[in-house]
């Protein structure tokens, strides 16, 4: 048996993520103040930031004498770690008010979601099929319980929403889980590889036995974008969870699993397959859209839509994952200053509610209702949310470009769909008698502020981006 090479310094991103979590905990036992847990956590996100640019250059570990590495330091990988990491800190942020309220106990909630940002991390670092799923899950188990970690203040109706949504989203993730890793096996079985830079699509009498697992791995991590069919997960889970961690389920694990199909597609030829995932999701995302009367159940159904233009990308294989990692980069950003708006426009720990709840809000709030709308128009690709929209003519350039004008065309289709609910939406936040709304606690202000910083640079210069990712 061959030995692996080890390199401490390229896990220091893993370490600092891994040690945010376990750090929580010790303090949460041994000082037992609720600040003090949320400062370690997020001086742990600092440090995942700092580790990831500080290692960017480094050799890749757990490597084999013939150059095959399960850890691959790379500026992709350090981008994505940190935007993992900010995502942590903001929506911790977000989660302060309901903290103090007592809903979530906050040793608990800070050590989960810290785990939780150790397996973005592992996810964005891995090269080989097995990091790659371990990272996944270890990205994904903490939401669980995450949906469902809910105490109630005095005076609060129980409900068993959030029990439910925890357990739909469980049951869904463990089949897709099972699902991928069968093509996983298959796929090992018909080629003996497991390293990503390894990866092919198989020969002679095993080909169609590799093309099996490769379809069966796309269905299976494609759970984690909510992609149709393996979608119906996500709007119950996100309208029980709290609204901090529907955000999380809707920006950092969408991140995990359109990393893990990037790094599928780009090996393996699995374009009919994506193509074919991304006319659904699309097409079905918007629609559904577009009957929504609940906030966060029509945010869901639009990030849904959202991925299906990321596999669009996808589905070219190699030339496409830049534009869809840039895509899911703008999206994400853009879908936390959505969230964060709604949780400051409503009371601390309250959940989305329903669209009418918001009438005249950007009236009484003007820049809440402002940071609301300029998310609509990001993701629905108008001015002045530039981010989105150079997101969206990239993914329509790499189609046309490619000669895939058919999807291309499909993609434009369903953005002028969906200018009908995000309208609708924000047409709303400007109507009928301003309400008042509840005073924005320091720490959402804060996390709108950064979000919207970060939306209007990366408006302004996504070639940035671009170049990060690629």
Known sequence: MSSQSIDHLALLPLYAAAGTAILALLADLFAGRRGAVIGVTVLGAAATVAAALTTAGAAGTFCTPEGACSWVPSWPAAVTAVLFAGLTAGVLALSVPALRLGVAPAGE???????????GVT??????????????????????????????????????EPAAASVTFFLISVISTAVALLGIALNYAATGQVYLGLLTAGSGQFERLAGVGVALLVVGLAFKVAAVPLHAWAPATYDGAP????????????LGGVLALAAVVTRLEAGVVVAALAVLTMTVGNLVALRQARMVRLLAWSSVAQAGYILAALALGGPGVPAALAYATFFVVLELIAFGAVVA?????????????????????????AALVLAFAG???????????????????????????????????????????????SAVLYTGRAVSSPRVPLSVAFALIGAVAVAVVLGFAPQVLFDAVS
Request: charged share 15%; with cysteine; proline share 5%.
């Open 123 to 160: 996810v964005a670092y891995a090269g080989d099929l097995i990091t790659l799923i371990v990272g996944l899950e270890t990205l994904t188990l903490p939401l669980y319980v995450l949906v469902g970690l809910r105490r109630y203040a005095p005076g609060e109706r129980v409900t068993t």
């Open 379 to 425: 993701l629905a690709g108008l001015p002045p949310g530039l981010a989105g929209l150079f997101a969206k003519l990239s993914v329509v350039e790499i189609l046309v470009s490619a000669d895939w004008t058919w999807l291309a065309a499909v993609v434009v289709v369903n953005a002028v769909i969906a200018l009908a609910y995000y309208v609708r939406v």
């Open 243 to 254: 609204v901090p961690i529907a955000a999380y389920l809707s920006t950092a694990s969408k």
């Open 109 to 119: 909630f800070c050590f989960l979601l810290a785990a939780s940002m150790a397996g």
């Open 345 to 369: 426009l409503r009371a601390p720990g309250a959940d989305g509610g329903r669209i009418e709840d918001y009438r005249g809000a950007g009236r009484s709030s003007r820049w809440l209702g």
